[in-house]
């Protein structure tokens, strides 16, 4: 039996799966991981950056006198969040990144989280007692 189907019949068979779609990721290309690299870079500065950084925009205040806004009422969780939340995420970010699947999506995702850890802390030091 010989095969009659032209290149578009056996394009149009093949179903919405298509070939790049197979469920095997595509190796990643020299480029790629540079790419990588650059965000993980990133990602890992961001972390710091929030870490040692957020806290303390949290509880500056340019009108107090020594320069830091009084008791806090939720001090400890600026704590929880700057030892466990950004280092966790941070570290996840990372990981998620080099896992086949991932990549600049989780990148992003990772950044995403980050700024919000960051914007939560600071608006958690806005409240005193």
């Known amino acids: 039996m010989e095969n009659t189907e032209t290149a578009a019949d056996g394009a149009a ?9 197979c469920g095997v990721p595509r190796r990643r290309t ?5 790419g990588l690299v650059v965000l993980a870079v990133g990602v890992l500065l ?4 929030v870490t040692l950084v957020g806290p303390l925009f949290a ?22 969040i700057t030892r466990y939340a950004v280092p966790l995420a941070t570290l996840g970010t990372i990981m998620g ?13 990772g950044l995403g989280a980050l ?4 914007i939560l ?3 958690l030091g806005q409240s005193t007692v």
Do not use: K, N, T, Y
């Open 13 to 21: 068979s093949e179903g919405a799966a298509g070939p790049d779609r």
């Open 30 to 34: 020299a480029v790629g991981w540079a």
């Open 46 to 49: 961001l972390g710091v950056f």
């Open 59 to 80: 509880i500056a205040c340019d009108s107090c006198p020594d320069g830091v806004r009084g008791p806090q009422r939720f001090g400890d969780a600026l704590i929880a």
């Open 97 to 109: 990144m080099f896992h086949p699947r991932g990549g600049a999506r989780v990148a992003g995702l």
């Open 115 to 118: 700024v919000v850890l960051l």
């Open 121 to 123: 802390m600071v608006a």
